[in-house]
C-alpha cells in the first residue's frame, strides 16, 4: 500500500489515470447515441446547480449514409438541497413544469415514468435520469476546488456516502481519508480534448466551451451488427472538471464493450475498462460487470443495479451500464436504417 507522504500514515489515494487518446470511428452500420452535459455551481458548488444537457442520435448505413435527429436539449437549476427550481424543455415545456419542485434523490428516476408522454428510451428521458447522479458529481467539484486551496473551509466537505460504491466501501481509501481529514484526491490527470479523441468534430454532438469551475459528463452508446449474427456494443463515459486556470481534468472514465444476441439482445458478454478514477478501490467493480451477462439489455434500467449493488458497483460505471436499456431502440434504428420514432 502506497502511503501519503503529506499525511503520515494514511493511504495515498491511488488513483489511476490512463484517459483514453484515441476512441473508435462510429460503426457503419450502426447507431449510436452522443451526450454532452455541462455542471456549473450557482455562485458556489453548496449553493445549487445549474445544469445544461444534450443528447442526440445517429444512424450511418452501410452505403455510407448518415442520419441524426435534432439534438434534445434540457436546462435545470436546482437549490443547495437538490430540488428542482428550473427546468427547460424546449420540446416539452409542459412536462418541464411538471418536474419543478422535485427532489434529484430517491424517487426521481421512479417518477420519470409517471410523466405524460415520456418515452423512456427516448434522449430527453436518458438526460432527465441522469439527473440524480450530476448532483452526485458535483460533490467531486466541491473536493477538487477545496482541495486548491491550502486550507479548505471547515464544514465544506461533503459527507462520505460510506458502501454506495466500490470507491466508496467501508474499508477502503476514501472513506479512510475522509475520516482522518485529510485532502481525498490526489492530482488529477489533465485530459486530452474530446476532438482529437473522437477524430473529428462530426464524430460526437458540437459542445459549448467549459467555463472554470464547471464539470462536463460526455457518453457514448453505440451498437452495430456483429459478425456472427448478434450485435457488438461500445460505450464510453468521461467526466472531467475544469479549474480555476482554464484547464480540464479527468475524473471518471470508461470504456465498455459487449456482445448481445440478435433477438432480445440478451448479453453474453461485457468488459469494463476503467482508465480514470480517483480512488485505488474504483477499479475493483469493473470485474463484477460479467454478473450482467444473460440479463437482455432492455432490462438494464433496474438490472444493473440489482447485480451490482453498493461495493459491488461503481456509481459512474453504473450509470453508463443502465444506458444499455436504449439499445433495443438504436438496434431497431439500425434495422431500419434511419431514426424515425416507433
Known amino acids: 500500500m502506497s502511503v501519503d507522504q503529506g499525511s503520515p500514515g494514511i493511504a ?136 486548491e486551496s491550502p486550507a479548505p473551509p471547515t464544514g465544506q466537505r461533503r459527507a462520505p456516502l460510506v458502501g454506495i460504491c466500490s470507491g466508496w466501501r467501508a474499508d477502503g481509501v476514501a472513506v479512510q481519508r475522509a475520516m482522518a481529514e485529510v485532502p ?19 464524430a460526437f454532438l458540437e459542445e459549448e466551451a467549459l467555463a472554470p469551475r464547471t464539470m462536463r459528463r460526455r457518453r457514448v452508446l453505440e451498437i452495430a451488427p456483429a459478425a456472427d449474427g448478434g450485435w457488438d456494443v461500445f460505450a464510453y463515459l468521461r467526466d472531467s472538471h475544469v479549474d480555476r486556470a482554464g484547464i480540464e481534468h479527468g475524473l471518471h472514465e470508461y470504456v465498455v464493450t459487449a456482445t448481445a444476441g440478435r433477438g432480445d ?28 451477462i444473460g440479463m437482455p439489455a432492455g432490462e438494464a434500467g433496474s438490472g444493473v443495479v440489482d447485480r451490482l449493488p453498493g461495493a459491488a458497483g461503481c456509481t459512474h460505471l453504473n450509470d453508463l451500464l443502465r444506458t444499455f436499456r436504449f439499445l433495443p431502440r438504436l438496434a431497431a434504428m439500425v434495422d431500419r436504417g434511419d431514426t424515425d420514432e416507433h
Open 184 to 202: 481525498l484526491l490526489g492530482a488529477a490527470a489533465t485530459t486530452p480534448p474530446l476532438e482529437s479523441v473522437t477524430g473529428s468534430p462530426e
Open 265 to 292: 439482445l440478451r448479453l453474453r458478454s461485457v468488459v469494463a475498462e476503467p482508465r480514470t478514477l480517483p480512488f485505488r478501490d474504483c477499479p475493483l467493480a469493473s470485474p463484477n460487470v460479467d454478473r450482467l
Open 12 to 147: 495515498a489515494p491511488g488513483g489511476m489515470a490512463t484517459p483514453v487518446q484515441q476512441l473508435p470511428a462510429p460503426a457503419t452500420p450502426g447507431a449510436r447515441r452522443e451526450v454532452s452535459i455541462v455542471i456549473a455551481p450557482q455562485d458556489a458548488w453548496t449553493s445549487g446547480t445549474e445544469v445544461r444537457a444534450r443528447a442526440r442520435d445517429v444512424v450511418r448505413g452501410g452505403n455510407a449514409s448518415t442520419s441524426t435527429r435534432e439534438p434534445v436539449e434540457i436546462a435545470v437549476r436546482t437549490d443547495a438541497s437538490g430540488v428542482l427550481e428550473d427546468v427547460r424543455i424546449p420540446a416539452a415545456p409542459q412536462r418541464g413544469e411538471a418536474l419543478r419542485g422535485r427532489a434529484v434523490r430517491g424517487g426521481f428516476r421512479a417518477g420519470l415514468s409517471a410523466l405524460d408522454g415520456l418515452d423512456p428510451t427516448s434522449p430527453e428521458a436518458g438526460l432527465l435520469d441522469d439527473l440524480p447522479t450530476v448532483r452526485l458529481i458535483s460533490g467531486y467539484a466541491l473536493m477538487m476546488e477545496a482541495e
